[in-house]
Nanobody, 124 residues
Framework: EVQLVESGGGLVQAGGSLRLSCEVSGVTFEDYTIGWYRRAPGKAREGVSCITNGDGSAYYADSVKARFTISSDNAKKMVYLQMNSLKPEDTAIYYC?????????????????WGQGTQVTVSS
């Protein structure tokens, strides 16, 4: 059974940092691309970042470039999202997702498995 479990969310002041974690189980980790998405209240789901675990290629939304960094630990089957210089507009539920491919996948509908999400709240 494939499972993705996010953790690391919380309440932080603007300008602060958080590191989200996504624990992946039930897959051959290196064969999967992992993405981070977020959904803010009243807004559509938005792609944040993704990483191909085969070669570590990463992709970021323009809104988070230079502030967020995605990384993975193949041995632990973990994907991390380091979020720095957080802004109130980063407030959302953050989800990680997985798909069986070694390519970058940006479209949310391209992902097969999803976690339950973790809340990130950035106060001004």
């Amino acid at each position: 059974e494939v499972q993705l479990v996010e953790s690391g969310g919380g309440l932080v002041q603007a300008g602060g940092s958080l590191r989200l974690s996504c624990e992946v189980s039930g897959v051959t980790f290196e064969d999967y691309t992992i993405g981070w998405y977020r959904r803010a209240p009243g807004k559509a789901r938005e792609g944040v970042s993704c990483i191909t675990n085969g070669d570590g290629s990463a992709y970021y939304a323009d809104s988070v470039k230079a502030r967020f960094t995605i990384s993975s630990d193949n041995a632990k089957k973990m994907v991390y999202l380091q979020m720095n210089s957080l802004k109130p507009e980063d407030t959302a539920i953050y989800y990680c997702a997985a798909v069986y491919t070694t390519d970058i996948v940006w479209t949310a509908t391209g992902y097969t498995y999803w976690g339950q999400g973790t809340q990130v709240t950035v106060s001004s």
